[in-house]
């Protein structure tokens, strides 16, 4: 039996050295411009005019919403359509905010919204769609511009999961107002604890830079300091609260090392992507009994497996976990089903997410996924599928 956890250590030698020699020579720890350094690289990596460095990928979802919500006037019960399957924190900050979440079951091909049900459940009040970029997939962003059609209606990207995936060649996170970024520890590149909200849109990136800190005005680019000023001639710049906001921002030790991951994430996604890519050789020798999914533009997060019977699935847990290889249920599983929202909803409306919840789970992959790791799965899907 060999360990092969979701994760393991991905804080190199050379990210410490980095970090300890900032630490001796900085006398400032807080936001400061090691995180300023670190959001331009990522804006740069990312393709994006701007991006916002916070304490998680859930506080950019919240920051995003909160700043699209102000910017176009969205009231109270206005609603936000959301899939079915997804981190929890794609939904609370609609819900946090005073808006409605209408759930939308998924798909497995993607694993992104039953398109179908997401052109059904648009009403009057609909006034954004949350997209998440699930596992690695990239959701079909043109067709759902295409539901959307001329309608006043915004589009925000989870792509917490999936940095580094493509539509087209462009990067997931710059096709709606707004894209959300994850540096857990156990995603594709980590500051221990952080996020990035990025954007293309210049009313935007202010509100999210407000809304990180506060409220406050001086967190904006300093040509719009003057002006600001100016207009609120009564109050100390210093301290003038433009918006209600959040303190979410994030520290220089985080900062340094992301920017020292940041060099190396093309190459952590490529051997990702190659070790998806054997992962789903192996299933489809069993096609009998396991659905792939694939995309031209994944950015691997994990190795799912989605089996047709639910009895069999359990039984190769067991026999994986014997052998030292961890695993977790896909996500939330069906969100519906969780009991912060049971009692206000049908969970049985979603088949495909209630497929996902009894019928799929994954084990990690990342950069320290090699050939052997990969042999030993191999032999343990031949034996256990064989016995069949």
Not at 58 to 75: D, F, M
Not at 145 to 171: N, Y
Not at 213 to 231: F, I, M, N, T
Not at 358 to 386: C, K, P, W
Request: glycine fraction near 8%; include cysteine; charged fraction near 25%.
């Amino acid at each position: 039996m060999f360990p092969w956890k979701l994760q393991e250590n991905v804080i190199s030698d050379a990210d410490l050295e980095s970090l300890v020699t900032f630490i001796r020579q900085t006398k400032r720890f807080t936001q400061f411009t090691k995180v300023r350094e670190f959001e331009e690289a990522f804006a740069a990596w990312q393709g994006c005019s701007h991006a916002v460095f916070v304490n998680s990928g859930s506080s950019a979802n919240l920051i995003l919403v909160s700043s699209l919500k102000q910017l176009h006037g969205w009231q109270s019960g206005d609603e936000v359509l959301v899939p079915a399957v997804t981190w929890p924190t794609t939904v609370t900050p609609v819900m946090q905010l005073g808006l409605t979440p209408v759930f939308v079951d998924v798909n497995l091909k993607d694993l992104s919204f039953d398109y179908d049900q997401l052109a059904s459940s648009i009403s009057e009040r609909t006034r954004g769609i949350f997209v998440a970029h699930l596992l690695g997939f990239p959701a079909d962003i043109p067709r759902i511009r295409s539901i959307v059609g001329s309608r006043d209606i915004q589009i925000i990207e989870d792509c917490c999961e999936s940095q580094g995936a493509t539509i087209g060649g462009r990067k997931v996170g710059n096709f709606g107002r707004g894209g959300a970024f994850s540096f857990y520890w156990g995603h594709h590149m980590t500051t221990v604890e952080g996020g990035m909200a990025c954007t293309n849109d210049t009313e935007v990136y202010k509100m999210l830079l407000l809304k990180r800190s506060h409220g406050l005005a001086r967190e904006l680019p300093v040509q719009y300091h003057d002006e600001l000023s100016r207009s609120n001639p009564d109050i100390d710049f210093k301290f003038l609260f433009l918006t209600d906001g959040f303190n979410v921002r994030n520290m220089e030790f985080n900062a340094v090392l992301g920017l020292e991951q940041q060099g190396r994430i093309d190459e952590i996604i490529a051997i990702r992507n190659r070790n998806y890519a054997r992962f789903v050789g192996l299933c489809k020798r069993h096609e009998d009994e396991l659905t792939t999914l694939e995309s031209p533009g994944i950015s691997s997060f994990v190795l799912p497996f989605f089996f047709r019977d639910a009895a069999r699935k359990a039984e190769f847990q067991r026999v994986i976990a014997d052998e030292g290889v961890e695993s977790r249920p896909l996500i939330s599983g069906n969100l519906l089903r969780q009991p912060f929202l049971k009692q206000h909803y049908d969970a049985t409306r979603f088949r495909t997410a209630d497929f996902i919840h009894t019928n799929a789970f994954y084990i990690g992959n990342n950069q320290f996924v090699n050939d052997h790791r990969l042999d030993v799965l191999e032999r343990l899907m031949d034996g256990f599928f064989s016995k069949r």
